[in-house]
Every structure is written in C-alpha cells, then in structure tokens.
Nanobody
C-alpha cells in the first residue's frame, strides 16, 4: 500500500504562487508514477502534472505548462508542485496520486484546496 499526505494549499490572488507537497510512504514500486490531479466544483477530476520517478519523465496539462513545475526529493520521499502565475481557473481541490504505471495511478491523498481570487 501507499500512503500520501498533501499540504501547501491555500488562498492567493491571481498572479500569486503556491507550492504543494505530497509526502509518500509505502511500496516503492507503487510510487513509480506520482502526480497531481485537480477537481473544480461541478467539473471532472483532471490530470495536472505527473512525474515518472526512475527516469524523471514529466507530463503537464496544456493549461499549466510554463506555470507549474513538478519535482521530487528522494531523501524526503516527497513530490512537489510549484504553481506560479496562478489564475482563478486553477481553483480546485488538488489531489496527489501514485501508481506503478501511469494508467494505474489509483492511490490518492486526501486533497488540499487551492483558491485563486481575482
């Protein structure tokens, strides 16, 4: 099993920055892929950024490219998402996820709220 604990959400004005953290523990194989998803009220959950830990491969949704950066700290078993130039449409609940493959990222954290105001 994998345990994920997110932190770092909050409320900021448009143009501001936040850094989300996801502390992971458990089976390393099931944490090969880690990433962030978000869900806005009334909308489906969407993938934001993902990282393949062994090879540092990263993926970003078009809507966040150039603004968000996903990274990892192996010593701390933590994945981060630095979010810059935040927009109101970035508002939502952000969830950390992990899986052995990109198609089986089915371990989820409890979520952390990000609110961006105009």
């Amino acid at each position: 099993q994998v345990q994920l604990v997110e932190s770092g959400g909050g409320s900021v004005q448009a143009g501001g920055s936040l850094r989300l953290s996801c502390a992971a523990s458990g089976d390393q194989y099931r944490r090969n892929y880690m990433g962030w998803f978000r869900q806005a009220p009334g909308k489906e959950r969407e993938a934001v950024a993902q990282i393949y830990l062994p090879a540092r491969y990263t993926y970003y949704a078009d809507s966040v490219k150039g603004r968000f950066t996903i990274s990892r700290d192996n010593a701390k078993n933590t994945v981060y998402q630095q979010m810059n130039s935040l927009k109101p449409e970035d508002t939502g609940m952000y969830y950390c996820a992990a899986g052995s493959t990109i198609a089986t990222m089915n371990c989820w954290g409890q979520g952390t709220q990000v609110t961006v105001s105009t």
